[in-house]
């Protein structure tokens, strides 16, 4: 006798929306910068100030629009109050919840101690940038440095919360053996600080503050970092060679046969082990090179948050395209508009405005490790002074 037997797989919709590639970008940026930052404002490193004012303007403004694409990947955001009405200490959601906002408001606090002195410092300024230099300054008072150091590590050890609860809400879904991994936790990080050194870079370059001494230290991070996501990525992958079972191993079979995925596999590769070498390239110069070599390397900042944001969106998006319940994969189309497209590019649009208004009403570039409005100002000098210096020895071209 003859039978046919008929198996019928149902359609699923994507989980995740391109809002959540974005907030994972955004708040890995965020807490990254924060941590470049903390050198020279929350321990006092003079040499890191141009490093960390950059880095302070990346986490601010990354970790005001971050929230806002989490809310939007709800798909309902006015939900949001369920996390707070019906709390689950067993969710790594319901924990990001409370996580989340003591991160944005520790940032913002130790971004207002540090911009407070030279807020005090142009109380008399006209129009509206001395009005609300007025109403931030909250007084004439010296900022303590003692309380700049408390919160700013305060906000550290709440941004080591956020690096575990991102990476740990991907890691436990057991569903998705490309997430179900130890290894993605720790690679979500360090790709989140490859995209912050490189958005300093690109900072530093726009501002306008061409510090050498930032473009340094940030070659210096971007390597590490790399050299770190590298070793992740390698033992990912000998762990799931080696192995006979286990979740990398899973994952390795699950895309073992997809073209698509051995191409992005070839380009991170070749991506990572470029911007490897090029840092390599920079750092050995020699003295008198560097200067110049050193005004291109925003571009590698420009690679470099690429590395970051293309990380996520395999992670987040390319993911969900392997069939769960049958074999093969799914296709997935970037839509126009708001969960597509247009969410991606409003995105950057939102964190654009954030980065303008802070430029437009902030003193962000006399931030510092609290003191007075006079220490700022000396500080500010010192520095320049410090930038001159390291040009003229470099041999960095003298314009008048």
């Known amino acids: 006798m003859n039978s046919t037997i008929e198996l019928l797989a149902p359609r699923y919709d994507i989980a995740w929306y391109p809002w959540a590639v974005q907030y994972f970008f955004m708040i890995a940026i965020s807490y990254a910068s924060l941590w470049l930052a903390a050198p020279a404002l929350v321990f006092g490193k003079k040499a890191w100030l141009p490093t960390a004012r950059l880095a302070l303007i990346a986490s601010v403004s990354t970790a005001l629009v971050a929230p806002v694409a989490l ?8 939900r949001f ?43 008399n300024a006209p129009g509206l940038s001395g009005l609300l230099a007025k109403w931030l300054s909250f007084g004439n008072g010296a900022t303590p440095k003692a309380l700049v150091a408390v919160v700013g590590l305060a906000a550290l050890v709440i941004s080591s919360s956020i690096m575990l609860y991102t990476g740990a809400e991907l890691a436990i879904v057991k569903a998705r053996p490309l997430w179900n991994t130890v290894w993605l936790p720790p690679m979500l990080v360090a790709t989140g600080f490859i995209a912050a050194a490189g958005l300093v870079l690109v900072l530093n370059r726009v501002s306008g503050l061409g510090s050498q001494a930032a473009i340094r230290q940030m070659l210096y991070v971007l390597l590490a970092a790399c050299a770190a996501a590298g070793l992740i990525a390698t033992s990912w992958f000998l762990d799931g060679v080696n192995a006979q079972v286990g979740s990398v191993a899973a994952a390795l079979e699950s895309v073992r046969h997809s073209p698509s995925w051995r191409s992005t596999a070839l380009w991170g590769g070749i991506t990572g ?3 490897f070498a090029a840092v390599i390239v920079l750092l050995t110069r020699s003295p008198q090179r560097q200067p110049t070599l050193f005004a291109w390397a925003w571009l590698l900042g420009l690679v470099a948050i690429h590395m970051g944001w293309m990380f996520r969106w395999v992670v987040l998006m390319d993911v969900q395209h392997v069939a769960r319940n049958s074999a093969g994969f799914h296709h997935y189309g970037i839509p126009a508009g708001s969960s597509g497209i247009l969410g991606i590019v409003g995105t950057f649009g939102l964190w654009l ?8 009403f902030m003193p962000w570039r006399q931030a510092q490790q609290g003191g007075t409005s006079l220490d700022a100002q000396a500080s500010s000098d010192a520095i320049a002074a410090t930038n001159d210096s390291l040009n003229t020895k470099q041999g960095a071209p003298n314009h008048g």
């Open 353 to 360: 405005a954030a980065i303008l208004l802070i430029e437009l």
């Open 273 to 275: 082990i470029a911007l």
């Open 71 to 78: 809310l939007a990947d709800l798909h309902q955001p006015l």
């Open 81 to 123: 109050w369920h996390f707070y009405a019906y709390a689950n200490t067993h969710s790594w959601m319901s924990i990001g919840s409370v996580v989340l906002p003591l991160y944005l408001l520790s940032v913002l606090g130790l971004a207002w101690l540090a911009w407070r002195p030279a807020l005090q410092e142009q109380r």
